[in-house]
Every structure is written in structure tokens, then in C-alpha cells.
């Protein structure tokens, strides 16, 4: 058993070192966003984890914005994010739903885009991402969950690649919170190669 680290300090580094060795590649990659890197990160493999999803979820739920009352991202990759930050919240005392977005409206039914207890209109949502690149899928998310009535301020993302999200998303009027770069991940996969 690999128990989770007392203090936010080991939680984070034992979390930047699952992700440098069960989420990080580097090589030559072609991107969802179609551009090519040296760089490729999958962080399925962590979050899908029990230690991962764990530390995942408690350094997170740290960033939730106070006044939100639910969390939501993209599925697939937000999918565990916003299940796990909701247990966390609820360990802690807070009252956070989770929701997850479709990438497509729903075939039949209601032709939801939104799946989860759905707050009252007006209520503020902070969006959770796994892997920010151009920031298309949070602005999506986001643009999403204010065409349903709701606010959203924040994005919170746990790895930032540094290839213009950031950017896109503060020109959106959001702010924009990262757990790692691809920087710090893949300087840390290069200490544990050595």
C-alpha cells in the first residue's frame, strides 16, 4: 500500500512523480489539437489510479473557487477529476457536485449537454481540466456551461503545456490555475531516467 503523503508539499511532489513516470512521454507526438511536440502526456493513467486520483483530487479541490457550488470539465479526461475532487469536498465538509460535459449533445432523451445534479442557474462552476495545450476544450466547456445560465471564472488544469492556453484562456476573462508545467513534468521524468 502506498499511502498518501501527510503534508501539500510530499502530496505534490509524489504526484509530479507518478505523472513524470505513468504520464509523460517524449518523443515526436501529433496532438488532438493536430500540432506535433516532443512532449505527450496522458494523465488517464494517474487520475484512473487510487493513489493518483487521490492526490489528483485533494490538490485540486484546493483551487476550487469558495463560492462555487459544483465543479465540471470535458469528458473523458475531466470525468474522474470532477468525481474525485467531489469526494474530497465531501471529506471535507463541502457540499460540491460534479458534472460532466458531452462533447456532443446527448442522441436522444433530453439532448443534454450537461450530465449531473444541475445547480440553479446563476451558480457559480469552477471547470476542471486535465492537460491544458490551446485551451480549446476548458473554453468549450466553459462556453457551454455559461450558454446553460451558469458562472464561470476559473479553470483549473493539472498540467499546463505552454503552447498558448493560458493565453486563449485569460483573453476569455477566465483565470486560469495549473498543478505542473510541462516543464516541471518532463524535468522530472529526466531525474528519475538517470
Not at 489539437?33 to 502526456?41: D, E, M
Not at 469528458?75 to 475532487?85: E, F, H, M, Q, R
Amino acid at each position: 500500500m502506498n499511502p498518501i503523503p501527510q503534508s501539500r508539499e510530499a502530496c505534490k511532489d509524489k504526484l509530479l512523480s507518478l505523472l513524470a513516470s505513468h504520464a509523460y512521454r517524449h518523443g515526436n507526438f501529433t496532438l488532438s489539437s493536430g500540432k506535433t511536440s516532443h512532449h505527450y502526456v496522458n494523465c488517464k493513467p494517474v487520475t484512473l489510479s487510487s493513489i493518483g486520483l487521490a492526490l489528483t483530487s485533494n490538490l485540486l479541490f484546493e483551487n476550487v473557487e469558495h463560492d462555487a457550488i459544483a465543479i465540471a470539465g470535458m469528458t473523458l479526461g475531466a470525468d474522474p477529476l470532477v468525481s474525485g475532487v467531489a469526494i474530497s469536498a465531501a471529506l471535507s465538509g463541502r457540499d460540491l457536485d460534479a458534472l460532466i460535459i458531452r462533447k456532443e449533445a446527448k442522441g436522444h432523451g433530453t439532448s443534454a449537454w450537461i450530465e449531473g445534479p444541475l445547480p440553479p442557474k446563476g451558480s457559480l462552476i469552477t471547470v476542471l481540466e486535465d492537460v491544458v495545450t490551446t485551451g480549446g476544450s476548458s473554453l468549450k466547456a466553459v462556453s457551454l456551461l455559461r450558454e446553460a445560465g451558469y458562472l464561470v471564472n476559473r479553470v483549473v488544469t493539472i498540467v499546463d503545456r505552454l503552447e498558448g492556453g493560458l493565453e486563449a484562456i485569460e483573453n476569455e476573462g477566465l483565470e486560469m490555475i495549473n498543478l505542473f508545467s510541462i516543464e516541471e513534468i518532463s524535468s522530472k521524468s529526466n531525474q528519475i531516467l538517470r
